[in-house]
């Protein structure tokens, strides 16, 4: 990777994952020949690869303030891993083998299991003051982060950008973001949606407060009923603030049925905008913007993951499986009785294959939820099997 010039690539993924970069090195020809010989047991072969990586070239530590507990299919392939985001290297080597022939794939890096383990290579690399340097640094980031408030439930997800939590804010029950140091453009974006925007979009709520690193916003409840249907009120809802966000010259780039709730009188609410951006050069219509048509592949804009794999159609793929509408007929101004007999046509045809989909990722997730133990290739035959049961391929 550092011969080819793709180093950058594995920093922004590690960076993209949630940790946070503390010390990054190219390592001298002294510590090449000790990590050589005190890491990975001297083992810096091809493995099961088709060549050879290459020896120790740079080191870079990276800590992470919002660690995930392995599952146990993935404590069983690694028996000592204590964050599950470390696995972040199977999708470095993936990411930079993927434009390459198969007889040229390698493995282009080596990561710790566990913190106890990173300390070892650091000692080895550099020494002890180097370790109580960086133990120091990371004791005063953990300090910073921990919340003021009181907290009575961790609802973190993915935890990449920020942690959320339940809270006890002014003698009610509040959720509290409070975002990574170097997630803070995110909330910058939170902050402007829901203290300026708010004002002047209905479906947009405004905040609580909101701090240096933090945000505090009203509890929510889902929008989304059974068999993952929006109610047409959250339909129209989600029109509005595609439409007013597309005036104003803004995409919301995570706009997802997840985050389209109610509040506590019943009013429909969007949230979560993290992603929430400005045109570079705005789109004609809002048929070509980002959020209902096409999503750039490559570009200096931020989107989630997931979004990425759309290439154009963003609202036929991501909506209207839960809205039964396509933008086309939303967007033309019709009586609720025809919205809702068209909803229920589009239901009518789609969900028994919708409620199939549900049935196989609820039988998956119990099964492997139960039978940790079982190998990958056993797992991924029992998928298989499912999908040709529920799907008949």
């Known amino acids: 990777a550092v011969k080819e010039g793709k180093l950058d690539m594995i920093p922004n993924l590690i960076t993209r994952e949630g940790f946070e970069i503390i010390q990054q090195a190219e390592l001298t020809g002294d510590q090449q020949t000790r990590a050589a010989v005190e890491i990975r047991g001297r083992n810096w072969g091809k493995g099961p690869w088709m060549k050879e990586g290459g020896g120790p070239a740079v080191v870079i530590v990276a800590f992470d303030l919002i660690p995930k507990v392995p599952s146990p299919y993935e404590k069983m392939r690694y028996p000592h891993l204590d964050n599950q985001r470390t696995l972040v290297k199977e999708r470095i080597r ?14 282009i890096l080596h990561a710790s299991d566990n913190t106890a383990e990173a300390y070892e290579y650091i000692e080895t690399i550099w020494d002890d003051s180097m370790v109580d340097v960086l133990q120091r640094k990371i004791a005063d980031k953990q300090k910073t982060f921990v919340s003021v408030f009181p907290v009575r439930k961790n609802l973190t997800g993915s935890g990449r950008r920020a942690k959320i939590e339940l809270i006890e804010y002014k003698g009610s029950l509040a959720i509290h973001k409070k975002f990574r140091p170097q997630s803070l453009r995110y909330l910058e974006r939170e902050k402007y949606a829901y203290q300026e925007l708010s004002a002047k979009i209905r479906h947009i709520p405004p905040c609580l407060d909101a701090g240096a690193d933090y945000i505090i916003l009203p509890v929510f409840e889902p929008s989304l009923q059974r068999l993952g249907l929006l109610p047409l009120k959250a339909v129209k809802a989600v029109y509005n603030v595609l439409e007013s966000l597309f005036r104003e010259g803004l ?125 990958k290739r056993v797992i991924r035959f029992i998928d298989t099997a499912i999908d040709r049961c529920l799907f008949k391929r």
Request: proline share 6%; hydrophobic share 30%.
């Open 94 to 107: 993936n990411t930079y083998n993927a434009r390459l022939k198969k007889s040229e794939r390698c493995n």
């Open 251 to 375: 995409f919301w780039g995570d706009a997802t049925p997840q985050n389209v709730c109610f509040d506590k009188y019943g009013n429909v609410v969007c949230i979560d905008f993290e992603f929430l951006q400005r045109y570079q050069v705005q789109p004609a219509t809002i048929q070509d913007g980002f959020d209902v048509g096409q999503t750039p592949q490559s570009s200096t804009y931020d989107f989630p993951g997931l979004r990425l794999r759309f290439e154009a159609d963003t609202f036929e793929k991501i909506w209207t499986p839960v809205c039964g509408l396509t933008f086309e007929q939303i967007s033309t101004p019709h009586s609720d009785v025809y919205y809702q007999t068209r909803r229920m046509l589009y239901f009518c045809q789609h969900i028994p294959a919708q409620f199939t989909i549900v049935l196989s990722k609820k039988i998956k997730r119990s099964l492997r939820s139960k039978i940790p133990i079982l190998g």
